[in-house]
Structure formats: C-alpha cells, structure tokens
C-alpha cells in the first residue's frame, strides 16, 4: 500500500511559477513509476508527465511541455511537479499517482491516488 498527499498548490498568474509535492508512504517508493495528472472543471482527467522509478524515464504531456518539470527524491520519497510559465488552461486540480514498476500515461495504469491538490491561475 502507498498513500500520496499532494501539496504546494494555490493561486497564481499567469506567466508564475508553482511547485507542488506528492509525499509517499511506504518503504518501497523507489520501485514506483510516478505520475502527475490534472482534472480541470467540466473536464476529463488528463495525464500531465510521469517519472519511472529511477527518473530514468521522464515524459511529458504535449500541453506542458517545455515548462513543466518532474522530478523526485527516493530518500525523501518525494515527487514534484514544478510548474513554469503558467497559463489560465492550467487551472485544475492537480494529483499524483503510483504504479509499482514501469507505468504509462493512462491513469488506468495507477493504483494509489493522493487527494488532489488546486491549481488556480489568474489572468
């Protein structure tokens, strides 16, 4: 079992920057593929980037690309999501999920989900 608590949201402007955090419990963190996804208003949840166990693999959805950046501390079992150049059409509430072993961008794939955490981004 993993449990996820995400953090680091809130209210920004467009062009800011935020970081979130996803903690996780449980011994075995670094054998996770860690994702980040985003569900915003009357819309489907939707895959945002993913970092396999040993951040060997790190892929993006085409929308952040270039400006958002994934990247996670095994000793701190810790992934973030650190968020660049911030657009309005990033507004959703932001979550992060495990799979143990290699995963790939469908939510489907992911067993753990943390609770979610706001985005807003202000004009």
């Known amino acids: 079992q993993v449990q996820l608590v995400e953090s680091g949201g809130g209210l920004v402007q467009a062009r800011g920057s935020l970081r979130l955090s996803c903690a996780a419990s449980?011994?075995?963190?670094?054998?996770?593929?860690m994702g980040w996804f985003r569900r915003a208003p009357g819309k489907e949840r939707e895959f945002v980037g993913r970092?396999?166990?040993?951040?060997?693999?790190?892929d993006y959805a085409n929308s952040v690309k270039g400006r958002f950046t994934i990247s996670r501390d095994n000793a701190k079992n810790t992934v973030y999501l650190q968020m660049n150049s911030l657009k309005i059409e990033d507004t959703a509430v932001y979550y992060c999920?495990?799979?143990?072993?290699?995963?790939?961008?469908?939510?489907?794939?992911?067993?753990?989900w943390g609770q979610g955490t706001q985005v807003t981004v202000s004009s």
């Open positions: 970092i396999t166990w040993s951040g060997g693999i790190i």
């Open positions: 449980g011994r075995t963190f670094s054998s996770y593929t």
């Open positions: 999920a495990a799979g143990i072993g290699y995963r790939g961008s469908s939510g489907s794939m992911y067993p753990y």
